[in-house]
Nanobody
Framework: VQLQASGGGLVQAGGSLRLSCAASGRTSSNYVMSWFRQAPGKEREAVSCTNSVGDSTYFLNSVKGRFTISRDNAKNTVYLQMNSLKPEDTAVYYC?????????????????WGQGTQVTVSS
């Protein structure tokens, strides 16, 4: 599975961005899909996860109520809608996938990674 993340950019605090992660090579419908982020000097952390059918999701506490995750299995794509962005959301965002029923928040659980897309939120 190859993952291609896109949609990052520079936005002012309070703004919105939508990240996309397109999977190719194999259908992503049987895969857990997640978004991680890594800020300079910090560990990579799980931001949001969705199981293969999209009916079970996880959100990092600091993004709850602001971010939503969705997937379109027909397009092999997962999205992260980020609203009310804050400077502390600034990071490189990575999409990740693993063939599993249940999502996990540990980076080590994921077999496939996208290249990362930079999100910068100015104050």
């Amino acid at each position: 599975v190859q993952l291609q993340a896109s949609g990052g950019g520079l936005v002012q605090a309070g703004g919105s961005l939508r990240l996309s992660c397109a999977a190719s090579g194999r259908t992503s419908s049987n895969y857990v899909m997640s978004w991680f982020r890594q800020a300079p000097g910090k560990e990579r952390e799980a931001v949001s996860c969705t199981n293969s059918v999209g009916d079970s999701t996880y959100f990092l506490n600091s993004v709850k109520g602001r971010f939503t995750i969705s997937r379109d299995n027909a397009k092999n794509t997962v999205y992260l809608q980020m609203n009310s962005l804050k400077p502390e959301d600034t990071a490189v965002y990575y999409c990740a996938a693993t063939r599993s029923i249940h999502w996990g928040t540990s980076a080590g659980q994921y077999d496939y990674w996208g290249q990362g897309t930079q999100v910068t939120v100015s104050s």
